[in-house]
Nanobody, 115 residues
């Protein structure tokens, strides 16, 4: 059975950092990524990592602040988030898939950036 489970969300002050983790089980995936959904907004792409070489893609609004990485031995992907802003407040979802669309999704972890 395939499972994708996020962890690491929480409350952080503006300018702070947080690291999200996503552990996949049941199979390995060509690509894993992070999406987020803020209150009242549609879910949006944040970052993804793919292939054995670990090529990465980022949304423009997180580039140079967020870093996605992957531990293939643990089948786990991380999202290091620095210089967090209030507008980064959202539920962050991990997704995993093959060459096509992301097939498997986690339940999400809430990140709140506030004083």
């Amino acid at each position: 059975q395939v499972q994708v489970v996020e962890s690491g969300g929480g409350l952080v002050q503006p300018g702070g950092s947080l690291r999200l983790s996503c552990a996949a089980s049941g199979r390995t995936f060509y690509k894993m990524g992070w999406f987020r959904q803020a209150p009242g907004k549609e879910r949006e792409f944040v970052a993804a990592i793919r292939g054995s070489g670990g090529a990465t893609d980022y949304a423009a609004f997180v580039k140079d602040r967020f870093t996605i990485s992957r531990d293939n031995a643990k089948n786990t992907v991380y999202l290091q988030m620095n210089s967090l802003k209030p507008e980064d407040t959202a539920v962050y979802y991990c997704a995993a898939g093959g060459l096509g669309e992301f097939e498997y999704w986690g339940q999400g972890t809430l990140v709140t950036v506030s004083e």
